[in-house]
């Protein structure tokens, strides 16, 4: 059964610190690695999707890497922002997602 | 960006009745859609998965007789939670998926509150 963690699972820096997210895996086949932004009490957004034949994605700020030998991702936030502040949640897998717990990031001014 | 929307966003009912909300697959065609729940300060669970036209799969500890789920359209997919009770509120989210993209790659609805008094 796949397991998914996330390393840490809270974490306050202040504004224009870049941060690196952890996330871990225990079952290397999967199709597909995703990263969300959750604010409190709303859904998901999708930040990045990386497909198992890809190594990393980037958009904006945010970078993500895949690394399914070790099964392991990194998202990394360049300059962070008060509008950061958020949970993010790592989700791997094929058809189905499995999620970590997620870490409470909050970036104060 | 593929939009899907849930409705209510909120309902609150009462113990021993049931409720449905549904979920909408707005720009695509959603061959598989999920249901999701997720207790406070805890990550989402997958509930059941369900493809058009067929019944869903339900995860292990998911009483199919209690959360119904019917999939009858490529974008709709409802739940029904049946004989509610208070243990059962909780935040509620659907995804969608479609295969045009052949990237699996899911949707997700805002979500939907629910509180059972």
């Known amino acids: 059964k796949q397991e998914v963690t996330q390393i840490p699972a809270a974490l306050s820096v202040p504004e224009g610190e870049n941060l690196v997210l952890n996330c871990s895996f225990t079952d290397s086949a999967i199709y597909n690695l995703q990263w969300f932004r959750q604010d409190p009490g709303k859904g998901l957004t999708s930040l990045l999707l990386i497909q198992s034949s890809q190594r990393e994605q980037t958009s904006g700020r945010l970078n993500a890497s895949l690394d399914k030998s070790s099964g392991r991702s990194t998202l990394y936030i360049a300059a962070s922002q008060p509008g950061d502040s958020a949970t993010y949640l790592c989700?791997?897998?094929?058809?189905?997602?499995?999620f970590g717990k997620g870490t409470m990031l909050l970036v104060s001014p | 960006g593929a939009v899907v929307s849930q409705h209510p966003s909120w309902v609150i009912c009462k113990s021993g009745t049931s409720v449905k909300i549904e979920c909408r697959s707005l720009?695509?065609?959603?061959?598989?859609m999920f249901w999701y729940r997720q207790f406070p300060k805890q990550s989402l669970m997958l509930m059941a998965t369900?493809?058009?036209?067929?019944?869903?799969?339900?995860e292990q500890g998911v009483e199919k007789d209690k959360f119904l789920i019917n999939h009858a359209s490529l974008t709709l997919s409802t739940l029904t939670v049946t004989s509610a009770h208070p243990e059962d509120s909780s935040f509620y989210i659907c995804?969608?998926?479609?295969?045009?993209?052949?990237?699996?790659?899911?949707?997700f609805g805002p979500g939907t509150r629910l509180t059972v008094t």
């Open positions: 995804s969608a998926s479609g295969l045009a993209d052949h990237s699996y790659e899911q949707y």
């Open positions: 369900s493809n058009e036209g067929s019944k869903a799969t339900y």
């Open positions: 989700a791997v897998g094929y058809s189905t997602l499995t």
């Open positions: 720009d695509f065609q959603a061959t598989t």
